[in-house]
T-cell receptor, first 114, second 116 residues
């Protein structure tokens, strides 16, 4: 069974600073990988996803993530954080082939200081 | 195109009362998921349906919880009787399966349940 670890519960950055949120997964083959964002009082929204091909994927709102098979990681990055990026971020992994159900990490809460 | 629609957005009830949460998935989606989110346990998958059929309900915490999907456009999650520890935000999500499995999940805005 697949699993996801987001080692950071909270991350605090200053507006304009760069951001990297960590995600490590466990799965025997190449997984499907996702990052979702949850703004306060809202549901989760997909930021980006990796299925195959280029290991650097671009998402909405200026986010990108890089799939590193050797490190079983799929870290989320943004070069310059805006105050509106303050939210909860979830990494998820799904098995490839056939029907799968994504497994979500515990989430990382991003706090942005002005 | 409307997204996943959940109702009610907020529900406050007293212990022992029955609670029914409702979800309308995106038209054409064949998977429907019910999640529960709490500070302590994070996001938990309770149950999911494929083509209106419950596939895995191993995440349903107790027999007090039940879920149905009578048709492709409607699902309910019922708690009877409710307890204070059921207080949480309940999310419904839907997805469309491609040939190799489901892809992106589309979430509703959630139903915040408070049981006093």
């Amino acid at each position: 069974a697949q699993s996801v670890t987001q080692p950071d519960i909270h991350i605090t950055v200053s507006e304009g600073a760069s951001l990297e949120l960590r995600c490590n997964y466990s799965y025997g083959a190449t997984p499907y990988l996702f990052w979702y964002v949850q703004s306060p009082g809202q549901g989760l929204q997909l930021l980006l996803k990796y299925f195959s091909g280029d290991t650097l994927v671009q998402g909405i709102k200026g986010f990108e993530a890089e799939f590193k098979r050797s490190q079983s990681s799929f870290n989320l990055r943004k070069p310059s954080v805006h105050w509106s990026d303050a939210a909860e971020y979830f990494c998820a992994v799904g098995a490839t082939g056939g029907s799968y159900i994504p497994t979500f990490g515990r989430g990382t809460s991003l706090i942005v200081h002005p | 195109d409307a997204g996943v629609i959940q109702s009610p957005r907020h529900e406050v009830t007293e212990m022992g009362q029955e609670v029914t949460l409702r979800c309308k998935p995106i038209s054409g989606h064949d998977y429907l998921f019910w999640y529960r989110q709490t500070m302590m346990r994070g996001l938990e998958l309770l149950i999911y349906f494929n083509n209106n059929v419950p596939i895995d309900d191993s995440g349903m915490p107790e027999d007090r919880f039940s879920a149905k999907m009578p048709n492709a456009s409607f699902s309910t999650l019922k708690i009877q009787p409710s307890e204070p520890r059921d207080s949480a935000v309940y999310f419904c999500a839907s997805s469309f399966s491609s040939g190799s499995g489901t892809g992106e999940l589309f979430f509703g805005e959630g139903s915040r349940l408070t049981v006093l």
